[in-house]
């Protein structure tokens, strides 16, 4: 999504190496996704959900 | 000791053969405090030995804090995959790997390097419609672990 938007930036965090960002994301399990520090989404996503949810983490700050 | 047996290294081989653009993994590193970032190193050292067009740029989080800064780390070890322009300049997608490129992550990695070579996110071409209309800064993060 990175390459397909200039908007977008994508960071994988290895969770073992940073508990503060897992304690900070609340991140019970992984994969978990976070969008703009606040939607979130917990385990694997088909394509489009996460996709819908990029653009709706957007809508939700307006 | 190598990282990849030498069927890995075949297979990373394989993999970035067809990177045929620039790609620099620019890898924050520090000396202190940083169980990883030695092994972070050799590892991108290990898979840059298989593709010419891959290089490493190495920035020390602590003493060159403003190119950290650029590339938004804040933590090591830290890797941003960055591409180039047709005009040659830097191109920056924002892709950035937090933590050694271990397990899943190291596949994730070889496929950024491929993606950003060829500039093809690979999603489909309604979910790139919808991501047109995202105009706002928005960040994404996957929290991942190696297994």
């Known amino acids: ?62 | 000791m190598p990282f990849l047996s030498d069927p890995e290294r075949a297979e990373v081989t394989k993999m970035l053969s067809g990177v045929d653009s620039p790609v620099r993994l620019v890898f924050a590193t520090q000396t202190f405090s940083c169980e990883l970032c030695g092994d972070t190193r050799r590892i991108l050292d290990e898979v840059v030995e298989t593709q010419p067009h891959v290089s490493v740029d190495e920035l020390n989080l602590v003493l060159d804090t403003a190119r950290a800064a650029e590339y938004g780390f804040s933590g090591a070890p830290a890797i941003a995959v960055v591409g180039t322009d047709p005009d040659g300049s830097e191109w920056d997608p924002g892709i950035r790997f937090l933590g050694a490129p271990l397990g899943y992550e190291f596949s994730n990695l070889l496929e950024a390097i491929t993606r950003v070579a060829s500039r093809e996110a690979g999603l489909s071409p309604a979910s790139v419609d919808k991501l047109a209309h995202v105009t706002k800064p928005t960040t994404i993060q996957v929290f991942s672990t190696p297994t």
């Open chain 1, 1 to 62: 999504m990175a390459i397909a938007n200039p908007h977008i930036t994508a960071t994988v965090v290895e969770a073992t190496e940073f508990p503060d960002l897992v304690r900070r994301y609340q991140v019970t399990g992984v994969p978990k996704i976070v969008i703009n520090d606040s939607t979130t989404l917990l385990g694997a996503q088909p394509e489009d959900v996460f996709v819908s949810a990029v653009v709706a983490a957007q809508d939700q700050e307006r």
